[in-house]
Structures are given as C-alpha cells and as structure tokens.
C-alpha cells in the first residue's frame, strides 16, 4: 500500500493586508512592498503619506495570518525617505511577538 505524502505543514505568518495612518487620521489601506522586520516600502505616487517630509511618524497595521489565526500587529514608523515607487518606512518600535512575525513572515503565498 503505498502512503500518501502530505503537503510540509507552513506555519510561517503570511501577510494579509497593510494599513497606514499618519497626522492623527483613519488607518488607510495600502499595498506594500519589501517588508521586513526593519521597515516596508509603501507604493503609490499619490496621497497623504508622499506629502509626509522626511522623519514624519506614521503607525503600521499589518494584518498577517498565522497557524490559520489572523492577528493585527501595530507597530510605530518613521518616514525614511521617498522614491519613485513609494514612500520608505523603517519601524522604531514594536512588540516580541510583531518583530518574531516579522522575522519568520513568508511573503511567497
């Protein structure tokens, strides 16, 4: 009798949706690029967040699933800098458990 193999279990966080709020507004979503536990590229040429100057806080909400449970992780950012893609945001604070999701997030699904 010949066993089925079963498909390698990933239990490694997937992203399911990035949010964004600056100067005290709603959390706007947005697609993002080259996220890691550092920071993320927020794409788009237009909108509130290209106006933002340089060192400008924003909070990041980043949706992601894990061990079929979604969770939404906040974490504090800062503007880096400004490209022709989007807008750079690296990440000055955030919990255990939103740095160990972002370590282990697998951005390939």
């Given at each position: 009798?010949?066993?089925?193999?079963?498909?390698?279990?990933?239990?490694a966080?997937?992203?399911?949706?990035?949010?964004?709020?600056?100067?005290?507004?709603?959390?706007?979503?947005?697609?993002?690029?080259?996220?890691?536990?550092?920071?993320?590229?927020?794409?788009?040429?237009?909108?509130?967040?290209?106006?933002?100057?340089?060192?400008?806080?924003?909070?990041?909400?980043?949706?992601?699933?894990?061990?079929?449970?979604?969770?939404?992780?906040?974490?504090?950012?800062?503007?880096?800098?400004?490209?022709?893609?989007?807008?750079?945001?690296?990440?000055?604070?955030?919990?255990?458990?939103?740095?160990?999701?972002?370590?282990?997030?697998?951005l390939?699904?």
């Open positions: 009798m010949k066993r089925l193999k079963r498909p390698p279990k990933n239990d966080p997937r992203l399911v949706d990035a949010q964004v709020r600056c100067d005290y507004r709603d959390f706007q979503h947005c697609d993002v690029s080259n996220l890691d536990m550092h920071g993320v590229l927020v794409l788009g040429r237009d909108g509130t967040l290209t106006r933002l100057p340089k060192d400008a806080p924003v909070e990041v909400a980043l949706k992601l699933n894990a061990n079929g449970k979604t969770r939404t992780h906040v974490l504090h950012a800062r503007v880096e800098s400004k490209g022709r893609d989007g807008i750079n945001l690296v990440f000055t604070s955030a919990d255990i458990d939103t740095y160990s999701a972002l370590l282990h997030l697998n390939n699904e």
